[in-house]
T-cell receptor, first 116, second 114 residues
Framework: GAGVSQSPRYKVAKRGQDVALRCDPI?????LFWYQQALGQGPEFLTY????????KSGLPSDRFFAERPEGSVSTLKIQRTQQEDSAVYLC??????????????FGPGTRLTVL | AQSVTQLGSHVSVSEGALVLLRCNYS??????LFWYVQYPNQGLQLLLK??????LVKGINGFEAEFKKSETSFHLTKPSAHMSDAAEYFC????????????FGAGTTVTVRA
């Protein structure tokens, strides 16, 4: 079956521009996660949705970062007024249930954002 | 908070040799532990996970990992490396109860020499 898909795969933005990154989770998955992976590091948690509810946004680096999942399926991560330190790979993951316990998170290929 | 430490950012092995990637976790209570692999320009793929059912966990592509509570370790091994095993490997931890966040190590890059 289809896995998690993300678009665009690559995004180059000039400093100060707004960007929107899209995630299509596996159909029927309840939970959706966003992670940020800086060069040479492991992914770091950004935010967590259960259906359309954003239950945790504690990992978002600043108020320039905003995520939504209005219908409980597709999610968009928006970054306003991008800065060079926002350059990273943004990974989306989905889980069949609440995402804890033995639940597996399935990852998409990521969007590589480069801010010039 | 849960955390993991991966010892060695780069590992180079000969084709056919043992692959050993080290991961230690910090927790007073055995958590859930995961190994993921990331091929160039791809997302993370789950290799295996420890869920307390068995201390020796077998995963995909011939990998396995052993949970050792006394050593707070969850090292990943493969008896015989293939060229296709060249990738980056991440150990991750998640707490018990309703903890949903994965905390990842910094990763270990594996290169396989012909």
């Amino acid at each position: 079956g289809a896995g998690v898909s993300q678009s665009p795969r690559y995004k180059v933005a000039k400093r100060g521009q707004d960007v929107a990154l899209r995630c299509d989770p596996i159909s029927g998955h309840v939970s959706l996660f966003w992670y940020q992976q800086a060069l040479g590091q492991g992914p770091e948690f950004l935010t967590y949705f259960q259906n359309e509810a954003q239950l945790d946004k504690s990992g978002l680096p600043s108020d320039r970062f905003f995520a939504e999942r209005p219908e409980g399926s597709v999610s968009t991560l928006k970054i306003q007024r991008t800065q060079q330190e926002d350059s990273a790979v943004y990974l989306c993951a989905s889980s069949p249930r609440q995402g804890w316990g033995t639940d597996t998170q399935y990852f998409g290929p990521g969007t590589r954002l480069t801010v010039l | 908070a849960q955390s993991v430490t991966q010892l060695g950012s780069h590992v180079s092995v000969s084709e056919g040799a043992l692959v050993l990637l080290r991961c230690n976790y910090s927790s007073s209570v055995p958590p859930y532990l995961f190994w993921y692999v990331q091929y160039p320009n791809q997302g993370l793929q789950l290799l295996l996970k420890y869920t307390s059912a068995a201390t020796l966990v077998k995963g995909i592509n011939g990998f396995e990992a052993e949970f050792k509570k006394s050593e707070t370790s969850f090292h990943l091994t493969k008896p015989s490396a293939h060229m296709s095993d060249a990738a980056e490997y991440f150990c991750a931890v998640r707490g018990l109860s309703n903890d949903y966040k994965l905390s990842f190590g910094a990763g270990t890059t594996v290169t396989v020499r012909a």
